[in-house]
């Protein structure tokens, strides 16, 4: 067996063609979709993922604020410049880029975010509404593993389905997501002990934990569905500067029924679940203002 590898680019840029064409829709309307975007430090995979955002934004028809700060700003000055996006009725998303210097605390920034302008969906408000399956912006990156899913046709409803990684960003939203649409979820990680137990019968088996080709064909049931989060550039060996997921996509895709591949997989479609949340956002403002 060899793994259908799921087109992540491919996707992607279906997803995004239509929601170009709503914010066309809305910009004829006079509301045109507006995500703000603040990056402190010059963190350079940050800048990267900025100026990946930027324009994806630009693309779709989406207007960006970028906002530079440098590393040593007072917090005061990024709270302040958050306060006066929240009261913009112009601006519909506001994204702070993570990690923050250690000057500020990430969960108060994450906090001043209003709740209607949350488009990374990490507001603790969205995050309770999400564990509840009530309406929420969904974090982009477990948003985008759903699209996929549902591109695919994957049945989710019985499913067993196995998360290894518990983080705010990805893992523990990925299990909530999982949950309310029927799977039946194990969140693994690093105190789990036995996680082959747990791996080889996963019908859904989501990898994001950040170490380069951790999960390997002999942990996947055959036939799963093996999505590959991580992203990590490899510092030593013949591969090294290469870019790699999770998985090792090798072996696993000799066992798996569907895999994701990185580059190409699970990344397009965070910054296209971004671009969505910004639209919706832009929605909701033109309804509540008559247009």
Do not use: W
């Not at 990024?78 to 969960?107: C, R, S, W, Y």
């Not at 799963?224 to 989060?229: E, H, L, P, S, W």
């Not at 090798?250 to 997989?265: K, Q």
């Amino acid at each position: 067996m060899t793994a259908r590898i799921i087109d992540g680019n491919a996707l992607s840029a279906r997803v995004r063609g239509e929601i170009a064409e709503r914010a066309a829709a809305l910009s004829a309307r006079g509301v045109q979709p507006c995500l703000a975007v603040i990056l402190v430090g010059e963190n350079p995979a940050s800048a990267v993922y900025v100026r990946n955002k930027v324009a994806a934004c630009e693309k779709a028809g989406i207007r960006s604020l970028r906002l530079d700060y440098p590393a040593d700003v007072a917090p005061a000055v990024v709270m302040t410049k958050l306060a006066e996006l929240n009261a913009d009725p112009a601006v519909h998303g506001i994204l702070v880029q993570l990690p923050l210097p250690p000057q500020f605390d990430e969960a108060a920034v994450l906090e001043a975010i209003s709740v209607s302008k949350d488009v990374d969906g990490f507001h603790a408000e969205n995050v309770g509404r999400l564990s509840q399956n009530q309406e929420a912006f969904l974090p982009c990156t477990p948003h985008g593993v759903m699209k996929m899913f549902e591109a695919e046709g994957v049945p989710l409803a019985g499913a067993e389905a196995v998360v290894i990684g518990r983080s705010n960003i990805v893992g523990k939203p990925m299990a909530m997501l999982l949950t309310n649409a029927g799977a039946t979820v194990t969140v693994c990680h690093s105190k789990t002990r036995d996680l082959l137990f747990h791996t080889r019968r996963a019908d859904i088996l989501v990898a994001a934990i950040g170490k380069p080709r951790f999960v390997t064909g002999d942990m996947i049931k055959p036939g799963a569905t093996v999505i590959d989060v991580g992203i990590n550039r490899l510092q030593s060996g013949p591969d090294a500067g290469k870019l790699c997921g999770d998985v090792d996509f090798d072996s696993a895709r000799e066992v798996a029924g569907l895999i994701t591949p990185v580059p190409g997989g699970v990344g397009p479609m965070t910054i296209t679940m971004l671009l969505e949340n910004t639209v919706i956002s832009a929605g909701r403002a033109a309804s509540a203002a008559g247009k």
